[in-house]
């Protein structure tokens, strides 16, 4: 299914690398290390039990109890276009608080493994290369750089569009 796009430049002016500094919890989905602001992160736990809800797209996993508030889960790897592959030990799933619109949604996504939280400075954050024209990634706040490797920061409030969020909500409701 082909998506379209919007180029970051005309709905979110890229972020100073100064603003994109901080905390970030790191990640795995396959061989790539992902990165997302910690002050995003409201839990992370071990896979659990996923009721999977009807007329959902593939990479919804379903829905979970988080002390009696049920939420949405994920799959990343899925949504990213990766390969489906069975979940281990190490799965797990991390609670995000994400913006969709003028409100806050809690959302569980499930990521192969949590590797680590990094303090990013400006110097260790380089902005998203251009892929060309017809490829952007509003949902990339940009690469960094540590120890010689390179881990994509994720904006996880883009990687959901508002349009996606409220079909999940509304299938809850």
Avoid: W
């Avoid at 949405?72 to 069975?86: A, S």
């Avoid at 991390?94 to 110097?123: C, F, K, R, T, W």
């Amino acid at each position: 299914m082909p998506s379209t796009l919007i180029a970051s430049s005309e709905s979110n002016p890229a972020l100073r690398t100064e603003e994109r500094a901080g905390k970030y919890l790191v990640f795995h989905l396959g061989k790539e290390e992902f990165g997302i602001r910690v002050l995003k992160v409201r839990e992370i736990m071990g896979i659990q039990g996923i009721t999977a809800v009807p007329q959902t797209p593939a990479y919804v996993k379903g829905v979970i109890n988080l002390r009696g508030k049920v939420i949405p889960v994920v799959d990343l790897r899925l949504k990213f276009g990766l390969p489906e592959i069975e979940y281990t030990q190490r799965t797990c799933i991390i609670v995000v608080q994400v913006q969709a619109d003028s409100h806050g949604m809690m959302m569980g996504i499930v990521v192969d493994g949590v590797a680590e939280v990094l303090n990013l400075v400006p110097g260790d954050i380089e902005d998203t290369p251009d892929f060309g024209q017809g490829v952007v990634t509003p949902y990339l706040l940009g690469m960094a750089k540590i120890k010689g490797k390179v881990k994509i920061l994720l904006d996880i409030d883009q990687v959901l569009t508002s349009q996606e969020l409220h079909g999940i909500e509304s299938v809850l409701q």
